[in-house]
Every structure is written in structure tokens, then in C-alpha cells.
């Protein structure tokens, strides 16, 4: 009788996932190709150029400029200098008086042009912004989406917010922040030269030069007035903002900068829009709807709280800290933070995130720095996050990379206590009282948006109008919004005309003799 051969033994171990890398095509070499390819009048060799004049200029002085995604090397602003910019600006004047001439109906048909032809391109402009700035996929495409569909709504809209309006004597003139260069930027630019006006932008100083120059070198290829140079604040802040040539400032910023920008613009009554930073507030009273709570909490990560709107403080009542946090810890521990570019298979999508890394280095460590120095005060750290190894290829920089912070109680000495830290940095405040509720709301003595949860429609009623945000919500998050929705800000977030709908167009138009603009200026404030 033959002997019974002995089984093998079947392993039941499962193998180690295949280390990720940088799905194919998303490289910067290769983006750049593709922008070669797209508008080779607007990019040389390893470069960009200007466009003023209506025309392409290798001018200005390139430095070096490098990805958040991995640290390596990318196309820097062409940096003009005050001179230069000055000429620009005088060249924009001379489109302008053309421009504004322009029938209605052609500058509709030229603006859907370019909506059409940045349509085509929405994914190489969407990839440059994953490059450039750090934006995750699923977020950067929605930047160009917004842009696109927003001002095709303003070419649908536009005959009836003309109406008895006139364009600017003068160009307008946008200096905008790196974080939305389509969706806020490219989108304001469009529906101003849709209501008449030349434009002209300064390029970000931090990311987003590449992204701009191909959006700009489609608007211009269908014939619209677009002037785009690079430079620094102080060498272009003159010729940008206080030349005689310019009908509006356009401002989105930091309240430094934007301080001084208000100032030059009152002394020398200039029609402007300043958006700046505000500590945007979360309040938690007499509320019991976790559940809601935990679930959009995730979603306040996105893009890293590097937005206008972002939620970095929740001020919560002391008798619900505990039951706030068994909603709030489980859910800022699910956000999903890692390389935007990464993957196991090459054929896999992108992935799926809240958010990558900080628009650059110095910011995360400056993040680090202010959370080690508030912890050191006195502050509470309640969560610490890691970045997930599985979730970056072997030896790439995660130099510009920071997990989600919550920390309690961060003291008055600390700029986390009363300035927006523009990353993933989350502060709480505990308060006893209604009184107590409010005065921590508004500790930047304005912001731009605020949620007040609570269980009570009457509390929200009595409360809600209290806060100095220009939009309140009642158990749920407020955005900038889009087409016809309405933005501005309180206190020193904000510094002349508000914008969205129609007001957008009043911003940048001129109207009956004597109006007087809904916004917030030195001598008057109005609500639309």
C-alpha cells in the first residue's frame, strides 16, 4: 500500500501591498510638454512668459519654484519689475477704451468661446493645480469646473445686470491668493471683461503661475483683453493699485497686505474689492445632533483648511465638551491625507483625498512651530495626527506635508487664538455663557462665514445676527458660494464692494450718478 502523501501547507498570510508611485503622466516634465503643446506662445522652454500689450513677453526674472507635491523643481513667475508693470498697466488702459466699446453680444460670444476652450483643457489645467499649488484631484477639477460654469451663468445672466450700467473708465486690476486660481480668480477676471472692462492680474507669488498663464493664454487667443504679469508686492503694489489707469482694485489676501492695499485705494478713492482672512467660527450650544456634527466634520479638511471658509475654531459650551468630542475625534482621525499623485497600479484612478500637502514647506513648519509654541503656553493637545506611510511613494519629500491638529485652548499670546492659520490646525474654546459664546465668535473682529449649532430656533434667532460673519449658518457650513449667491465679510475681513450675482457686475460697472454700493467702506457700510 503506497504511503499518504503529507499536504502542503496553504499559507493564509496576505502579501504587503505594492509600494505606491506617481501614476504615469503626471510628472511635471510631462505636464509641462502638454502646456508646450497647448499655448507655445505663452511658454519657452523651461519658462513662462508675461502677457501685456497684447502680446507674449519673455521678460521678467524667473527664480526657482518647486512642487509641494514632492519638492521637485517647477516653473517660477517671471518677476517684471515696477517699470515694466507700469507699461503693462498703461497698455491694459489702451485695450480698455477699446474693449468697453465692444458690443454686448460679441463679448458674450468671446467669453463662451473661452469657456468652451478651457473645457477642453480642464484636465491638464486641473493637473497643473494638483502640481502647483497641491490641490487633490476630485478638488481641483471642481476649481475648474466652478470657473467654467459660474461665468457661463454670468453670459446667460449678463443682459439684465447691464442694464443702465457702463463699464470702468479703467482696466481692473486682480491681485488674488494662490489657493483658487480658476474658480475665484480666473472666474472674476472673465465676468469682467464679459461687463466691459480690460483686466489685468498679478500671477501668485506661492503657486499657480503655470495654471493662470494657459487659462489666460485661451482667453486671449479669443480676443480678450487679459494682461498677466509676475512680480513682487512691492515692486508691482504702484503700478497695480495706485496708477491713475486703474477703475478697481480687485484684492484677495492676507489683512497685512490687504491693510495697506486699503489704505492706498481710500486716499486716492478708488473703487475696490478686498477679501481678506478672518477667524471663521463654529459655535456648539444647547445642541444634541452629533451625528450631523461628526459627519461633516471630514469635510471641513478639505484642501487642508486652506480656504477662505474654512472652520479652524469651534467655540463649544463646557457642559457638552465631552459628548463633542466622542463625535469630533473619531471623525478628524478618518481624514485622508497623502500624495495627490500617487498609486499602486499605474491604471488606477487617482486617489481619493481631503487633502495633500500645504501650498510649501515654510508653511507646514511654520504650522509646526506655532502649535509646538502654543502647546508650550499652555494649550491642549487632544489630537496629533500622523501621515500615513502607506500613503506616499518610498522617498519622496513630505516636507510640505502636516496631519490634522486639534488642540484645546490655545492662549491669547498664540496666533492660533485670534488669527487663521490657513492649515489643518483645528482650536476649540470652551465657554459657560451665551455672552461668553459670542465674544469668542468674534475674537478677529470679523469673518467671513460662521455656523451656530444648536437644537433651538429661537437661541439661533437671538444669536445668529450677533456674529460678525457675513454669512451665518444654522447647523451647517457656508461656503463663497456661486452664481447668484451674495459674499462679503464684517469687520476688517473684509473693505469695499461685496460681489456675487449681481453685485459682482456692480463691483466693476459704473451706474446711476450717486449710487452708493452695498459693502463695507471707511464711511458706510450696507448690506445688499
Known sequence: ??????????????????????????????????????????????????????????????????????????????????????????????????????????????????????????????????????????????????????????????????????????????????????????????????????VIAKTPTDGGVACLTLACALAEREGLPITLVSGSGRELSAPLVASPEIGCVSFVGGRDTGAGIATAVADLGKRHVLEQEGLNTWGIWNFGDWASLAAVIPKLFDYGKQRCTAYPRFVVQRSLFADFLDAYLPAVRSVRVGHPLAVQDPADPLPELDFGPLINAAKAGELRDQVAEAVDRGAVPLHEGTLPDAAFPPGVSRDAYLAPVTLLNPPPSSPLHHAEPFGPVDTIVLVDTEAELLAAMNASNGALVATLSTDDPATYARLAPQVRAFKVGHGRPRSRGDRDELFGGFGHAWRGAFVGGELLVRAVTDGPRGERAPGNFPDYHLMP
Open 1 to 198: 500500500m503506497a504511503p499518504t502523501a503529507t499536504p502542503t501547507p496553504v499559507s493564509t498570510a496576505t502579501a504587503p501591498p505594492a509600494p505606491l508611485t506617481v501614476k504615469p503622466g503626471t510628472g511635471w516634465d510631462d505636464v509641462w510638454r502638454r502646456c508646450l503643446a497647448a499655448a507655445p506662445e505663452a511658454f519657452q522652454d523651461d519658462r513662462v512668459r508675461n502677457l501685456w500689450a497684447g502680446r507674449w513677453h519673455a521678460d521678467g526674472r524667473p527664480g526657482p519654484a518647486v512642487s509641494p507635491v514632492d519638492g521637485s523643481a517647477i516653473a517660477a513667475p517671471p518677476l517684471l519689475d515696477a517699470t515694466t508693470a507700469a507699461h503693462a498697466v498703461h497698455a491694459a488702459l489702451d485695450r480698455h477704451r477699446t474693449w468697453r466699446e465692444t458690443p454686448l453680444r460679441e463679448r458674450k460670444a468671446r467669453v463662451r468661446a473661452t469657456c468652451d476652450a478651457l473645457a477642453e483643457h480642464r484636465e491638464l489645467l486641473a493637473l497643473l493645480l494638483v502640481r502647483e499649488i497641491g490641490k487633490p484631484w476630485r478638488l481641483a477639477l471642481a476649481d475648474v469646473d466652478r470657473a467654467i460654469d459660474g461665468v457661463r451663468w454670468y453670459a446667460a445672466e449678463i443682459d439684465r445686470m447691464l442694464a443702465g450700467r457702463a463699464p470702468l473708465s479703467g482696466p481692473v486690476s486682480n491681485i488674488a491668493s494662490w489657493n483658487y486660481p480658476m474658480s475665484v480668480l480666473v472666474h472674476a477676471m472673465l465676468v469682467q471683461a464679459l461687463a466691459g472692462n480690460a
